[in-house]
């Protein structure tokens, strides 16, 4: 018997309801899981932890700026809990100038390593604190020149002063306490002109005493310097030169007299220190104004 082809209609009918069921179920499944894996979207919160825990594992990510700890920092570049514990532990506070902070200061200049930055900033410091007396000030007319007394405030520090047509300097000499040296120079001039002040400059030195010859031959040839000059003008900027001694036995006599000789060096020759880039002339400003009210008119 052939199969009829078309099938009957009669005979689908006949399908168990069942089997019908169930093939609707499973095609409904499908549909669903299909729509399910192209259409729904990843949980972002899931994707954030999973990718955070990723890098965690290749690098640590630095705070940010503004939760970092600040430290304050004062002039002298320290902070103030290392000044405070300074402090404590009986060392003097380097935010205050006063006559120990100068010496040491000025002590840098006996030899090759002078703390020019720290004397340029206690120029200015002492210019702002000095008071002339003003029953100390006379005039010597014979060479038109001013003199009188003036007192640094605050601190055990005093000197003279003298202006003769445009210059002024002023004397700060006291002891020295480095062994072997009398005592110590210390000057501040300056000079004006149509543009204000021209040059200024510092002298530091050390007198070494005479008698102790054996020593002063011995740092003079090995180019000790007992002090520096530092000068500030508008041809070479900021620059300073080493203060040396003179070698004692550097001649030999015969009867007309001293002869030259050639001094035995034991040490590099001392180079002057030069910054023609700095120009600046406000440590001097205030010496200027104080002491330049007393100049005749």
């Known amino acids: 018997m052939r199969p009829t082809f078309p099938p009957d209609p009669r005979l689908l009918g006949r399908a168990p309801a069942p089997l019908i069921a169930a093939l609707l179920l499973a095609l409904c499944g499908g549909g669903y899981l299909l729509w399910s894996n192209l259409g729904a979207k990843p949980d972002p919160l899931a994707v954030e932890k999973e990718s955070g825990a990723v890098a965690a594992k290749g690098e640590v990510e630095l705070a940010p700026l503004a939760d970092a700890p600040a430290i304050a920092q004062s002039e002298g570049g320290e902070s103030p809990a290392v000044q405070a514990a300074d402090v404590a532990a009986g060392l003097p506070d380097p935010r205050v100038w006063n006559k120990d902070r100068v010496d040491k200061v000025l002590e840098t200049f006996w030899g090759r390593e002078p703390d020019i930055d720290a004397l340029l900033q206690m120029v200015r410091e002492l210019?702002?604190?000095?008071?002339?007396?003003?029953?100390?000030?006379?005039?010597?007319?014979?060479?038109?020149?001013?003199?009188?007394?003036?007192?640094?405030?605050?601190?055990?520090?005093?000197?003279?002063?003298?202006?003769?047509?445009?210059?002024?300097?002023?004397?700060?000499?006291?002891?020295?306490?480095?062994?072997?040296?009398?005592?110590?120079?210390?000057?501040?001039?300056?000079?004006?002109?149509?543009?204000?002040?021209?040059?200024?400059?510092?002298?530091?030195?050390?007198?070494?005493?005479?008698?102790?010859?054996?020593?002063?031959?011995?740092?003079?040839?090995?180019?000790?310097?007992?002090?520096?000059?530092?000068?500030?003008?508008?041809?070479?900027?900021?620059?300073?030169?080493?203060?040396?001694?003179?070698?004692?036995?550097?001649?030999?006599?015969?009867?007309?007299?001293?002869?030259?000789?050639?001094?035995?060096?034991?040490?590099?020759?001392?180079?002057?220190?030069?910054d023609r880039t700095r120009l600046d002339f406000s440590a001097w400003n205030q010496w200027r104004s104080k002491i330049e009210a007393h100049k005749p008119q």
């Open 127 to 274: 210019g702002e604190r000095a008071v002339v007396v003003e029953e100390s000030v006379w005039t010597e007319e014979e060479i038109s020149t001013v003199r009188g007394r003036v007192e640094i405030e605050g601190m055990d520090l005093a000197g003279e002063f003298q202006i003769q047509r445009n210059r002024i300097e002023v004397a700060l000499d006291g002891p020295s306490k480095i062994p072997g040296t009398e005592s110590r120079t210390f000057r501040i001039s300056l000079r004006t002109g149509e543009i204000g002040i021209e040059t200024s400059g510092a002298y530091i030195s050390h007198l070494v005493p005479e008698t102790e010859v054996q020593s002063v031959h011995e740092l003079a040839t090995a180019r000790h310097p007992v002090g520096w000059e530092v000068s500030v003008s508008y041809s070479r900027g900021t620059r300073a030169q080493p203060v040396l001694l003179s070698d004692p036995l550097a001649f030999d006599y015969d009867e007309y007299g001293p002869l030259p000789k050639e001094p035995v060096w034991t040490d590099e020759p001392v180079a002057e220190i030069v």
